[in-house]
T-cell receptor
Framework: DQQVKQNSPSLSVQEGRISILNCDYT??????FLWYKKYPAEGPTFLIS?????DKNEDGRFTVFLNKSAKHLSLHIVPSQPGDSAVYFC???????????FGPGTSLSVIP | SQTIHQWPATLVQPVGSPLSLECTVE??????LYWYRQAAGRGLQLLFY??????ISSEVPQNLSASRPQDRQFILSSKKLLLSDSGFYLC????????????FGNGTRLTVT
């Protein structure tokens, strides 16, 4: 069931530069999208979300962009910091659908 | 505030032994509850979710089972563990409202030997 894809298993970025993490989905019924961040040996934590009625949502250094026609979203982190090194998961949701699935994740390494 | 407790943090079990992982949530009522597994180098696989007491939806047919005996208690079980059951097990809850983010416990590292 490959409803959610994150085609970059890993990404390495210099501190201070921009990190761009991508997510693609296939189910057009998804209408809300969340990003989670996970450190090793810990549970994921919610980072930022976007509704399908928007194409951009910004929270501090984190911005999520949504292209509904392409079924694609991306998470931008600017400027990247070493503490951002973690695995990032995207998780699409839809109304009245309690099941929550996650993409395979992208491991981000921010190099000092 | 709401908190989620998951235990034990680590567990080493022999093949063929039973399993019981427990998760409890405090500070909220009627949450949606979830069990996920992260195998080594893999993503988060949804195993079970529950929208109410006694209501369990299974996503992956395998030798694991889940139960929700109380509103804020979610238990993951197995009668006989397999080597392939090794992984990082995560319990999560959400508010049950549309689009509510999931809140995860700290996980249980299970090694089946």
């Amino acid at each position: 069931d490959q409803q959610v894809k994150q085609n970059s298993p890993s990404l390495s970025v210099q501190e201070g530069r921009i990190s761009i993490l991508n997510c693609d989905y296939t189910n057009s019924m998804f209408d809300y999208f969340l990003w989670y961040k996970k450190y090793p040996a810990e549970g994921p934590t919610f980072l930022i979300s976007i509704s399908s009625i928007k194409d951009k949502n910004e929270d501090g250094r984190f911005t999520v962009f949504l292209n509904k026609s392409a079924k694609h979203l991306s998470l931008h982190i600017v400027p990247s910091q070493p503490g951002d090194s973690a695995v990032y998961f995207c998780a699409p949701m839809k109304t009245s659908y309690d099941k929550v699935i996650f993409g395979p994740g992208t491991s981000l390494s921010v190099i000092p | 505030s709401q908190t989620i407790h998951q235990w034990p943090a680590t567990l080493v079990q022999p093949v063929g032994s039973p399993l019981s992982l427990e998760c409890t949530v405090e500070g909220t009522s009627n949450p949606n509850l979830y069990w996920y597994r992260q195998a080594a180098g893999r993503g988060l696989q949804l195993l079970f979710y529950s929208v109410g007491i006694g209501q369990i939806s299974s996503e992956v047919p395998q030798n694991l089972s889940a139960s929700r005996p109380q509103d804020r208690q979610f238990i993951l079980s197995s009668k006989k563990l397999l080597l392939s059951d090794s992984g990082f097990y995560l319990c999560a809850w959400s508010g049950g409202r549309p689009y509510s983010p999931l809140h995860f416990g700290n996980g249980t590292r299970l090694t089946v030997t």
